[in-house]
């Protein structure tokens, strides 16, 4: 398994950008396509973002294209995750994780094992 690390999340104004990464260590990073998940108080787990092993293909939650952008920077073992425009229902902890490739682009993202302990992330309007 690969080992995951979110960077610090943060409580921002609504309308801002934030930009979250995901440090990998233990494995090959570039072998795992990546993604990222978020869980709001109250409900269900939600698939934000994922992203393929070279970088060359990504999938996004429909709500959330055109504000949020996955990458990642194999050389340095991380993903990131920006995230523009930002509102108080994109509070949430976010966490990055391995992602099983086929289920994304089945359209039923599932995780490969790996996660990272998660970041919260606080939007107030």
């Known amino acids: 398994q690969v080992q995951l690390v979110e960077s610090v999340g943060g409580s921002v104004q609504a309308w801002v950008s934030l930009r979250l990464s995901c440090a990998a260590s233990?494995?090959?990073?570039?072998?795992?396509?990546m993604g990222w998940v978020r869980q709001a108080p109250g409900k269900e787990r939600e698939f934000v973002a994922a992203i393929s092993w070279t970088g060359s293909t990504t999938y996004y939650a429909d709500s959330l294209k055109g504000r949020f952008t996955i990458s990642r920077y194999n050389a340095k073992n991380t993903v990131y995750l920006q995230m523009n425009s930002l509102k108080p229902e994109d509070t949430a902890v976010y966490y990055c994780?391995?992602?099983?490739?086929?289920?994304?682009?089945?359209?039923?993202?599932?995780?490969?094992?790996?996660w990272g302990q998660g970041t919260q992330v606080t939007v107030s309007s």
């Open positions: 994780a391995a992602v099983r490739w086929g289920t994304v682009v089945a359209g039923n993202p599932e995780s490969s094992g790996s």
């Open positions: 233990g494995r090959t990073f570039s072998n795992y396509a």
